[in-house]
């Protein structure tokens, strides 16, 4: 049976984090009562001319220097053509042949190009479902109509539905750092479509692709994505033809159902925007927008790994968080010249947001970088135990303070075989409350320490090092 290759290609919709419309004054709002935030120009109404927003072109000049783009020095708005309830002009302002961007690439996967565009207004959709399909009408809001959108299309590099996920969860995060959107899906500043087609595998030539239109999630899109895979795929072993077509994916049902047949560019009518000029991009433009682009996630957690040693699943966490790698930069900063590396720092971080919860800035809780790389010191020159010290860190995230302060306050400094505060003695009482194990562990037995080692640590709370602990029972049984 011959085995099929799928062929992943996204075209995402990023709303842009500007105060106005992208071609009228009109504040943009989520939440607001419907229709409140219209006027002439992004109703459409005649004789209203519209005038392109500076912000948006800096932002998208910023994702295009983020992506690696080529920025285009002179770029033109289109008028693409088509008749719907959402768009009150029967046209969308948008970039065609001439956009503003063209090329790049994120991680593995290559840019096609970068353009910018408006918004339609927003469709309600009446029924149980609240999908087009199932409902008995809708209705319209035109507060969105006329957002600033900057639409990236990627080429078609992806090979399967979880690395569609991965790459657009790479491309989030750093549309968030770049502070272009705020990149929520459930509101929609960020929408994804899937061109998905299917072909030998080992062959180069693209099979016939359909559309998943405006996926609202992630795992919705894999799924969806999934779905349509195994669709064609089954199309193509029956010996039957795939047909270019839009499709809705409902994730309750899991049911693909087509939309329309897929358009192509001629349908649209493209011509240029008679009401507006050429865009220019100037090198002023460019300059700033560079000094405004931070270093990215990609980077970050490349040099978290090549420069502080940590583990790329590390790295790439610390890093896709930027408030998380803030604060774990400065930690380590705070540690220059204690004996603890950043690896370890790294360790103690997703302790903290176990404490402080997962979606807290660490910034803004009572634990300072220097406290954090305090305890960390702390545990890697035994002056507390592991334990100990997250008994220490909760404390912190409740009071604040200084970890040292804490410990002696507490009593919760380490103990050792050596420090004449009983350890020695309490390792002895395990062992005699427990002869069977004892036995057992004299004969080789070494997984029945675990009961003698638990004993010392509840009677120590905590406070020895379970390491210590189990050399010192090795030593009193070796002793006889």
């Not at 305890?375 to 035994?382: F, I, R, S």
Request: negative net charge; proline residues 6%.
């Amino acid at each position: 049976m011959t085995e099929y290759e799928p062929v992943i290609g996204l075209e995402i919709h990023v709303q842009l984090k500007t105060r106005t419309k992208m071609f009228c004054g009109c504040d943009l709002s989520f939440g607001d009562p419907p229709n409140t935030h219209t006027c002439p120009v992004c109703l459409g109404l005649p004789g209203a001319l519209p005038v392109v927003n500076a912000r948006a072109v800096d932002f998208a000049v910023m994702i295009g220097l983020a992506l690696g783009s080529q920025i285009a020095p002179r770029s033109l708005f289109h008028r693409k053509n088509y008749f719907y309830p959402d768009s009150p002009k029967g046209y969308q302002i948008s970039q065609y042949d001439v956009p503003i961007c063209l090329g790049g690439r994120l991680a593995d996967v290559r840019i096609h190009r970068v353009h910018l565009e408006e918004d339609a207004a927003k469709l309600i959709h009446l029924g149980e479902s609240g999908r087009i399909h199932g409902s008995d009408r809708s209705i319209v809001d035109f507060n969105r109509c006329g957002t600033p959108l900057v639409e990236i299309v990627s080429e078609p590099d992806l090979h399967a539905p979880e690395q569609a996920h991965g790459w657009l969860t790479l491309l989030r995060v750093t549309l968030r750092q770049l502070g272009v959107s705020d990149v929520n899906m459930d509101e929609g500043s960020l929408r994804c479509d899937a061109n998905v087609s299917v072909r030998p595998a080992g062959t180069s030539e693209l099979g016939t692709k359909t559309e998943l239109k405006n996926m609202n999630s992630f795992r919705f899109l894999e799924r969806g994505v999934r779905a349509e895979i195994a669709r064609q795929t089954a199309l193509l072993r029956r010996g039957e033809p795939v047909v270019q077509e839009t499709l809705h994916f409902d994730p309750n049902t899991e049911q693909l159902t087509s939309l329309r047949s897929k358009e192509e560019a001629h349908d649209y009518r493209y011509f240029p925007e008679p009401d507006l000029v050429p865009l220019l991009v100037t090198d002023e433009i460019v300059g700033a927008a560079r000094a405004a682009v931070p270093e990215l996630p990609a980077a970050r957690a490349a040099r978290f790994e090549a420069e502080l040693s940590l583990h790329a699943d590390r790295a790439r966490d610390l890093a896709f968080r930027r408030e998380l790698a803030d604060y774990f930069e400065q930690a380590v900063a705070a540690a220059a010249g204690e004996p603890v590396s950043a690896v370890e720092i790294s360790n103690w971080i997703p302790q903290l947001v176990e404490r402080i919860g997962s979606d807290a800035d660490p910034s803004g809780s009572r634990v300072a970088p220097s406290a954090l790389a305090q305890l960390v010191a702390m545990v890697a020159t035994k002056e507390v135990s592991r334990d100990a010290a997250r008994e220490v860190l909760t404390t912190l995230v409740a009071e604040g303070g200084d970890p040292r302060t804490i410990v002696t306050r507490d009593e919760l400094g380490a103990l050792s075989g050596d420090d004449g505060d009983g350890l020695a003695a309490i390792v002895d009482a395990a062992i005699a409350a427990d002869p069977d194990a004892t036995a057992k562990v004299a004969d080789g037995n070494m997984k029945a320490i675990g009961p003698l080692v638990g004993f010392v640590m509840r009677e120590t709370k905590g406070r020895a090092d379970g390491g210590e602990v189990t050399r010192l029972i090795r030593e009193r049984l070796a002793q006889g």
